[in-house]
């Protein structure tokens, strides 16, 4: 099956700071890449939507300015939290779907705490 | 907007006992119904997904049923083994995009030995 990944698992950083997250598709090239937020013991919520050469489509409610989103080739998209805060600290996990590819890969996540 | 509601949140089965969780979807033009498995700390897991030109899908222990007149899918495990133990989360699509999932607040399954 299809394989995303994502670097690094977990990271510690700083209120103020900037923390990049990638996500990368292993096996096939990524048209769509989602970026999900999810908080303990809730369900995932979709921050962002990303097509591979365009600008990210960001959810109601998620600030574009703040959670910069980068899909500059087919394989990999990158989400940069900046300014961290702690109410940022959640697992934030991609998606992607491909050419040929009808479902919707998960990567593994990656837990952001933010002190 | 779209929504999708998931029951029951906790479900607690004697392994080898059978397992249903429900869903129900807002979005008429929902045409498709992936369930994930998610274990703690890791992302969800594609188990099992349909369409809306079938109404049943099965593959060895798990089967999806889809009622697209009630607006209703259902995951169905049997013979559940502790390893079945994890969070199951059912999605629609909305928009008319089968990118754009919606997902539900997930089930809590746990399988005791």
């Known amino acids: 099956g299809a394989v995303v990944s994502q670097h690094p698992s977990w990271v510690i950083c700083k209120s103020g700071t900037s923390v990049k997250i990638e996500c990368r598709s292993l096996?096939?090239?990524?048209?769509?890449m989602f970026w999900y937020r999810q908080f303990p013991k809730q369900s995932l919520m979709l921050m962002a939507t990303?097509?591979?050469?365009?600008?990210?489509?960001?959810e109601q409610g998620v600030e574009k300015d703040k959670f910069l989103i980068n899909h500059a080739s087919l394989t990999l998209s990158t989400l940069t939290v900046t300014s961290a805060h702690p109410e940022d600290s959640s697992f934030y996990i991609c998606?992607?779907?491909?050419?040929?590819?009808?479902?919707?890969?998960f990567g593994p996540g990656t837990r952001l705490t933010v002190t | 907007g779209e929504n999708v509601e998931q029951h029951p949140s906790t479900l607690s089965v004697q392994e080898g006992d059978s397992a249903v969780i429900k869903c129900t979807y807002s979005?008429?033009?929902?045409?498709?119904f992936p369930w994930y498995k998610q274990e703690l700390g890791k992302g969800p897991q594609l188990i099992i997904d349909?369409?809306?030109?079938?109404g049943e899908k099965k593959d060895q222990r798990i089967a999806v049923t889809l009622n697209k007149t009630a607006k209703h899918f259902s995951l169905h495990i049997t013979e559940t083994q502790p390893e079945d133990s994890a969070v199951y989360f059912c999605?629609?699509?909305?928009?008319?995009?089968?990118?754009?999932?919606?997902f539900g607040k997930g089930t809590k399954l746990s399988v005791k030995p």
């Open positions: 998606s992607a779907l491909g050419r040929g590819i009808h479902e919707q890969y």
């Open positions: 096996d096939f090239q990524a048209t769509t």
């Open positions: 990303s097509n591979e050469g365009s600008k990210a489509t960001y």
């Open positions: 979005d008429s033009a929902s045409n498709y």
């Open positions: 349909i369409r809306s030109n079938v």
């Open positions: 999605a629609a699509n909305y928009g008319g995009s089968q990118g754009n999932l919606i």
